[in-house]
């Protein structure tokens, strides 16, 4: 092989009159080498045998030019054979980096190893849609070993407008993180000690006057099997997701019983609900209908299984019935807001609404003062 004293001058003079590449090894550092190929074109290379299983390996340095001197060159091979000396293989780790999984790949592995077998369909749908809405978009390409908190914080940042979306994105990828660490990905999670914006808590219901326009609205409606759900919902109190993939099997109206299914509570457990004797009327009345079509209490027109989004459904019902800001969700707050307001106490209204914590019936504390204060009037009106 040959052999120069590789200096600026001495690599200009080189050439490569030959039809393959050609390596003139450095006279002063052995394993640091000036690879020209035929058409001219120069790199620095660097070539060693690793110590562990004694095969040799070459790397590529860089190219000369104004970007990268001899002197350059040499340093960064004299780094690179210090690290043989300790043991490590800079081909083997670069080639490991190259082939390490992005974060497009941990979102595949985590929702078919984690999200789609664990969580609910629903819950799937919204990771899911914050992944390609916002996560692959903007840190889909990057390694997952060499993705930095700042690069989280960006990204929170970059979704303060809407702090609830932000928030739940940002879990989402704490526990992606969380799970590249068993998965031999990274060693450490990212996501870990940046701060939450402030989230607002909803406090939207309806009054007895918006609920007799959103009665009103269902009643006039063509879909009837949508705007029994939103009716059930209404009764029960119960998660738009658990009303939809409601099955008829699930009610006992000898009972009068809504059994929920494990995997359709966001709790993950199973739930006996009492019914009231407007719901049972209401779920007897469909089973008369069309029990025998179809195992779902409302199944879809277009596909087979049940009714998947009510999207259109509720813009439409909404316009009809003038309601601002109202989403399907709010439901459940109209539930549980006229129950404490007539009287029922927290823990009851908890219970129905299948909350493990006590502190999220709390949002509707200061409605349980109205029907005291009411009882309170009494004694104040005989006084008088």
Do not use: C
Not at 101 to 116: K, N, V
């Amino acid at each position: 092989m040959p052999s120069a004293k590789l200096t600026k001058s001495s690599i200009e003079r080189l050439a490569n009159d030959g039809p393959s590449d050609v390596i003139f090894w450095d006279e002063a550092l052995p394993g640091f080498g000036l690879r020209i190929k035929p058409n001219g074109t120069k790199s620095f290379v660097v070539q060693y045998r690793n110590r562990t299983t004694g095969r040799s390996r070459r790397k590529t340095i860089g190219r000369h030019g104004p970007l990268m001197t001899v002197h350059q060159a040499r340093e960064t091979a004299k780094s690179l054979l210090a690290e043989v000396l300790r043991g490590a293989d800079p081909v083997v780790e670069l080639r490991a980096q190259r082939k390490a999984p992005t974060i497009a790949d941990l979102a595949d592995r985590y929702l078919e190893e984690h999200a789609i077998p664990k969580k609910r369909p629903g819950s799937v749908r919204n990771d899911r849609s914050m992944l390609l809405r916002h996560v692959l978009p903007q840190i889909g390409k990057l390694k997952v070993f060499e993705v930095r908190s700042a690069d989280l914080q960006r990204l929170h940042n970059s979704l303060q407008r809407t702090p609830y979306e932000a928030n739940r994105t940002l879990a989402l990828l704490s526990k992606m993180f969380s799970l590249a660490i068993p998965w031999d990905m990274r060693m450490d999670n990212p996501a870990l000690g940046i701060e939450k914006f402030q989230e607002q808590k909803r406090q939207r219901w309806l009054s007895d006057g918006e609920l007799k326009r959103l009665l009103s609205a269902l009643q006039s409606h063509p879909n009837q099997v949508a705007a029994n759900a939103i009716r059930l919902q209404l009764l029960t109190g119960a998660r738009i997701g658990e009303v939809l993939s409601a099955r008829w099997d699930d009610f006992d109206l000898d009972r009068s019983v809504w059994i929920k299914p494990s995997h359709h509570t966001k709790q993950k457990r199973t739930e006996h609900l009492p019914l009231s004797s407007a719901s049972v009327a209401l779920i007897d009345q469909l089973a008369k209908v069309r029990r025998e079509k179809s195992d779902h209490v409302f199944p879809s027109a277009r596909v087979e299984g049940p009714i998947r989004d009510l999207k259109a459904f509720w813009r439409a019902v909404t316009k009809a019935a003038e309601l601002q800001d109202y989403r399907i969700h709010d439901n459940r707050h109209t539930h549980a807001s006229h129950l404490v307001s007539s009287g029922m106490s927290l823990a009851i209204v908890g219970r129905l609404l299948g909350h493990t914590n006590p502190s999220t019936t709390q949002r509707y504390a200061h409605l349980a003062d109205d029907p005291l204060r009411a009882a309170a009037d009494v004694m104040a009106a005989k006084i008088s």
